[in-house]
């Protein structure tokens, strides 16, 4: 009896959650105009919407589900001082799971059901590229926050990014590491499966050469590792200045433990935008490091300043530098549209690449070939506050060449 | 005898033409939208892949879980042929698929020593080895940061008609390899194969060259897989190592046994159905995926054989009920008046 | 001297794989189930720990403590999942209690990552501040010590409880076979939940040991090591006690020297390679039982 129960429930759930992805799906039943040419439908009535396409769930759900909710408070604010063009601006937003074909599912479900006119995303390079083509001929505006791989934005001037490129990333760090630190020879640990990790790696491993470094020792490691002792042991040996950590934060913060751990305890360690936060999530063993990022949450900076304390009253934690990205790409497009005057994406484009004002995460102008921003890079250095808690300090700026 | 094949095989021809045509022109008067479209076309792709795991763990009965594995070999394959050496599309897929079916030899040897889970976690392994071969082949396969700018089925500007190509490349795949499957099931060394899984001790017993047959399925499994990741690669335009690990392989078991181990029709419907119902989760936002974990306990706990166990939906005997009900005047009769008077 | 450094940092990964794989093979042993979701047990112990020393802070009674705690609560889940998921799923084809288990194990990672109180962000896991011990030019920390003590205790342990006491002798026997022992008047039902319990609570200390080796708690975390440990499982004979904690090890040891030795990009390959290479040679694994089929 019980189990038959059991069993018409099942029934009742499955049929009225299929019922409602019917709901979801098919409210947008105009039929599609056969002859291509995106128009920009993204503006029915009185809102204009937009997507996002974000892993909230799936291994980096962390990062995905800050940079969410990061663009929804731009959104709402807009919204609070008059929306767009008069109108109120909507974001739909789709989850990736972190994996491309989700994403194609996604973006195909914002463009020809939700019809948006530009889409926020996608978070990971992987998952970009696997929509820039398509998104290009469309002719949707999409502008990445954080795929720094750097052919993102090869598909066409319809792609935009809010970060810089690794190409930029990795040789800043190795700048400082030369200019600054006085280094001569460097290690690196990378993420052998990650292309972020892999193509940072690159770079730096590059521009730290070129500079007159010695020697560079590099090991890899798999997503998902915990375990770098025997790396780590092997490095010891080649007893180098700094250690560059091309990975994300979650895996630093156990890394550097680890280094430490193997009697490593003079070397300096350096990172780039994926150390972000790591200031909450290590110990003392990341003091004194070196990395580069987007922006530095206790920056006095006033855009920062009162980004962080509407983004802590709201969610009660620091958005990390992919939200401020997030939120930033939320204002470009907003900004663009408005000042576009139309929801006309090659209007929207046009105006995009006049894009010339402080955000969030610095002054952000597009280099008109890449459509990527020329901006600074923040080198954070780690240091311990009075109270004995890490904070991300300012370490110095390195501007574009 | 003879005369019901010749019947099963125009009803299917027909009913596959029928739906192709329905389908398709839903899709180009945007009835079916691209979204939805684009659905079935990767359930299509899932189609191909999944038939060919039902040959190696629904038919020969040998448990498998690095499916994707042959999958990234395919896709790699097709794609580099196609952007590097600017082979054909068709030629390409089939030289993918060919490449697979090498991987599928090699892998197929430790099978025939090994049994049950020990052979899941060796092909478990094997995809593992796959996936990492791919990442430390950098300069053919792109390594971490993968294969971008894979051409795309058509070139065309006009998007409906673009899905409608697509679709019908895919469609056009999985009908075939719906047909070998069960034209191969049907047949003599079909029959050998399903031996195999009944009792292995037993078919060798009676004759059975079972080595040979292992190794066979575990080709032209490989090969299938190859040819559906070749599709997949062109679908998605962008290929990456880490979208052949092993949870994708785990999908695809999960699709088979959704379907029922050992049924054509059930794979066919589970890999429209598991691809549809992931996208329906939208709705349900963060939660997505822990309700995708429940449905998953509980369609095994109330339908542990899945679908459709292994029975076949069959038109053709579908039809030939129906006819054997207009001989029963009970139901049908009264049904087919009810209707008439409505119109 | 690098070489031992190197056997030495496999020793204490190979200790949580073993410690792992030994629920695994438990399960595995009695009702022949890979039990998937057996890494977000692990996830789920360490959790425990650190809610535990998290408000309590750091000392040995509170280990302790998140010892016995977060092994009772995963035992209890242990009891639950397998009651409400697998036990349905008895009679029915093997094949199905796997496709439950990812199931299990979405639900588990997922609904950790949804709970607001767990989140999807890594939190830092607490531990003691890192005391090295260096003897002739080897480097060993106290976790390490620790992680390979309690593994090896926590073995022994189990060893005790299998082979020496009553219920020990009655999982033994429901092993060897199932309707044998229940016509024997052994209760197959609790039997088996037991051995869920048992391989949840050894799924929670290994949590806690391999929080405390790599310091970081996140829904997730389960997984990687989860897979290693199924696959050290298999390696040492999946069902046998002894070829689990063996395959453990060697996966550990094989994985750290190729990382050392020959190159750390193929490390996840060779040690799949292995794995193939070993049971192409026996089929059962290290130590498994060679069943001869008979007609």
């Not at chain 1, 937003?93 to 994403?103: A, S």
């Not at chain 1, 760090?173 to 690159?202: P, R």
């Not at chain 3, 051995?195 to 949590?207: P, S």
Request: overall charge positive; charged content about 15%; some cysteine.
């Amino acid at each position: 009896m019980f189990k038959r129960l059991l069993a018409l429930l099942v029934v009742v759930v499955m049929s009225v959650s299929l019922l409602a992805g019917c709901g979801g799906g098919g409210n947008t039943n105009t039929p599609t105009n056969t002859t291509g040419a995106a128009e920009s439908t993204g503006a029915t009535g009185d809102t204009i919407t937009i997507g996002t396409i974000q892993p909230i769930s799936g291994a980096i759900s962390a990062y995905g589900t800050q940079s969410r909710d990061a663009i929804q408070m731009a959104v709402d604010e807009i919204n609070q001082k008059g929306g767009v063009l008069g109108k109120k601006l909507k974001v739909v937003v789709e989850d990736d799971e972190n994996t491309p074909e989700k994403t194609v599912n996604a973006f195909k479900k914002l463009v020809t059901q939700d019809k948006v006119i530009g889409i926020i995303g996608a978070l990971t390079s992987k998952c970009s590229l696997a929509i820039t083509k398509e998104a290009q001929q469309r002719k949707v505006i999409m502008i990445s926050p954080s795929s720094t791989n750097d052919t993102v934005t090869d598909a066409g001037d319809y792609i935009f990014k809010a970060c810089y490129n690794d190409s930029f990333q990795g040789p800043s760090v190795a700048k400082f590491a030369i200019e600054t630190l006085k280094a001569k020879t460097a290690a690196v640990m990378f993420d052998n499966t990650n292309d972020y990790s892999v193509g940072l790696k690159d770079s730096f491993k590059k521009k730290f050469m070129e500079l007159g470094g010695t020697k560079v020792v590099e090991e890899s490691y798999a997503t998902g590792d915990k375990d770098f002792n025997a790396q780590l042991t092997k490095l010891k040996a080649s007893n180098p200045d700094v250690l560059f950590i091309s990975d994300y934060y979650p895996t630093v913060s156990l890394m550097a433990k680890q280094i430490r751990n193997v009697g490593m305890d003079k070397v300096v360690l350096l990172g780039g935008d994926g150390w972000d936060e790591i200031t909450n999530n290590a110990g003392d063993e990341v003091v004194g490091s070196y990395y580069s990022n987007h922006y530095a949450p206790y920056s006095d900076d006033k855009e920062v300043k009162d980004f962080v304390s509407k983004y802590q009253t709201k969610f009660n934690v620091v958005p990390n530098a992919l939200a401020a990205l997030a939120y930033d790409s939320t204002y470009i497009l907003a900004d663009a549209i408005q000042k576009a005057g139309s929801t006309d994406p090659e209007k929207i484009k046009a105006a995009m690449l006049e894009t010339n004002k402080k955000f969030v995460t610095g002054s952000i102008k597009f280099d008109p070939n890449t459509r990527v921003p020329i901006k600074a890079i923040t080198m954070v250095k780690i240091e311990k506050d009075s109270s004995g808690k890490l904070i991300a300090a300012f370490g110095g700026t390195i501007n574009p060449q | 005898m003879k005369k019901n094949r010749i019947f099963n095989a125009v009803v299917i021809l027909g009913a596959s033409v029928v739906v192709f045509v329905i389908l398709a022109a839903l899709q180009y008067i945007g009835v079916i939208d691209e979204y939805n479209g684009q659905l079935l076309t990767l359930s299509g792709i899932y189609i191909v892949v999944a038939l060919s795991l039902n040959l190696i763990t629904g038919f020969t009965g040998q448990l498998a879980l690095g499916q994707a594995g042959f999958m990234s070999v395919g896709a790699y394959t097709t794609a580099i042929a196609i952007m590097k050496f600017h082979v054909p599309m068709l030629l390409a897929i089939l030289i993918g698929g060919l490449v697979a079916a090498v991987f599928g030899i090699i892998i197929g040897f430790p099978t025939l020593r090994l049994r049950g889970d020990y052979l899941a976690i060796a092909t478990l392994g094997f995809g593992e080895i796959i996936r990492v071969l791919m990442i430390n082949l950098g300069s053919l396969t792109g390594g971490a940061a993968g294969l971008k700018g894979i051409p795309a089925f058509s070139e065309t500007e006009n998007f409906v008609l673009d899905a409608v190509i697509k679709f019908s490349w895919v469609y056009v795949f999985a009908v075939i390899t719906i047909v070998i499957i069960s034209n191969l099931i049907n047949s003599s060394p079909g029959r050998a194969i399903i031996s195999i899984r009944e009792d292995e001790i037993a078919a060798n017993s009676m004759g059975i060259n079972i080595a040979y047959y292992k190794i066979f399925s575990f080709t032209l499994s490989a090969f299938l897989a190859g040819v559906g990741g070749g599709l997949y690669g062109i679908y998605m335009g962008y290929l990456n190592p880490t979208m052949f690990g092993f949870m994708p392989s785990m999908n695809i078991v999960v699709i088979v046994v959704l379907g029922g181990l050992g049924s054509i029709t059930g794979t066919v419907v589970a890999s429209v159905a598991f691809t549809y119902i992931q996208e329906w989760l939208r709705v349900f936002k963060d939660l997505r995926l822990v309700i995708f974990g429940l449905a998953l306990i509980l369609v095994m706990i109330f339908w542990p054989k899945g679908l459709l166990g292994n029975k076949e939906l069959s038109i053709s005997g579908f039809l030939r009920k129906l006819f054997k009900r207009e001989n029963n005047p009970e139901r049908t009769v009264s049904q087919q008046n009810g209707s008439r008077e409505g119109k | 001297m690098e070489f031992v450094q190197q056997v030495l940092n496999g020793l204490s990964l190979g200790s949580v794989y073993a410690l792992i794989a030994l629920g695994y093979t438990m399960v595995y042993g009695i009702v022949k189930l890979i039990n998937f979701a057996h890494g977000d047990i692990l996830m789920i112990g360490a959790f425990g720990g650190f809610f535990i020393m998290g408000a309590f802070g750091v000392s040995p009674t509170t280990i302790l403590i998140s010892f016995i705690v977060s092994m009772g609560v995963c035992a209890i889940i242990g009891i639950i999942i397998e009651k409400t998921c697998y036990a349905p799923l008895r009679n029915a084809p093997r094949i199905n209690a796997l496709i439950t288990a990812i199931g299990v194990s979405y639900l588990l990672e997922n609904g950790g990552r949804v709970l607001p109180f767990m989140g999807p962000n890594p939190k830092q896991f607490p531990t003691f501040k890192i005391q090295n011990y260096n003897f002739l030019g080897i480097n060993i920390s106290q976790t390490q010590i620790m992680t390979i003590a309690i593994s090896i205790l926590l073995m022994a342990l189990l060893n005790y409880i299998i082979n020496y006491t009553k219920i020990g002798k009655a999982m033994r026997a429901t092993s060897f076979d199932m309707n044998a022992a229940c016509l024997m008047g052994i209760n197959i039902n609790r039997i088996i939940s037991f051995t869920f319990a048992l391989g949840a609570a050894l799924g929670a200390a290994a949590g806690i040991l391999f929080a405390s080796s790599y310091p970081q708690v996140e829904p997730y975390m389960g997984f990687m090591p989860g897979l290693k440990a199924f696959v050290a499982a298999v390696l040492g004979g999946i069902g046998s006690i002894p070829g689990a904690m063996l395959g453990g090890f060697l996966l550990g040891i094989a994985e750290t020297l190729t990382k050392g030795f020959i190159s750390s990009k193929l490390a996840d390959g060779v040690a799949f390679g292995i794995l193939i290479i070993i049971l192409v040679v026996k089929p059962t694994g290290i130590l498994g039982k060679n069943e001869r089929e008979k007609v």
